[in-house]
């Protein structure tokens, strides 16, 4: 049975938007509020890219440069679920895209302690 879900993804022209979504099944027993929370990617050929995280409360968020100004990491207690709005794509964003616990400092992710998913795949094309 699906614990954690990831979905959003697609196929995108350059400078087009997607919404990632991360959510958890209610057997899962997993309460995202209770975590430090984060996106990663990975795309074909390379190694796993640390994305964005966000603090328990949504207090602080943290970005890697590359997609500073273009992707915003939210998240829902209510709902249990993360979010990552992702504007204007770029064809270097084309990537598998998975949600994670994290431990996220305001200079990034300090550790990834559980990858969720089975990810959702970001495809940009120019």
């Known amino acids: 049975q699906v614990q954690v879900e990831e979905s959003g993804g697609g196929l995108v022209q350059a400078g087009g938007s997607l919404r990632l979504s991360c959510t958890a099944s209610?057997?899962?027993?997993?309460?995202?509020?209770?975590?430090?929370m984060g996106w990663v990617r990975q795309a074909p050929g390379k190694e796993r890219e640390d994305v964005s995280c966000?603090?328990?409360?949504?207090?602080?968020?943290w970005y890697t440069d590359s997609v500073k100004g273009r992707f915003a990491i939210s998240r829902d207690g209510v709902k249990n679920a993360l979010y990552l709005q992702m504007n204007n794509l770029e064809p270097g964003d084309t990537a598998m895209y998975y949600c994670?616990?994290?431990?996220?400092?305001?200079?990034?992710?300090?550790?990834?302690?559980?990858?969720w998913g089975q990810g959702t795949l970001v495809n940009v094309s120019s």
């Open positions: 994670a616990k994290v431990v996220c400092a305001a200079w990034g992710i300090t550790a990834t302690l559980e990858q």
């Open positions: 209610a057997t899962s027993g997993l309460a995202f509020g209770d975590y430090m």
């Open positions: 966000i603090s328990w409360r949504g207090d602080f968020t």
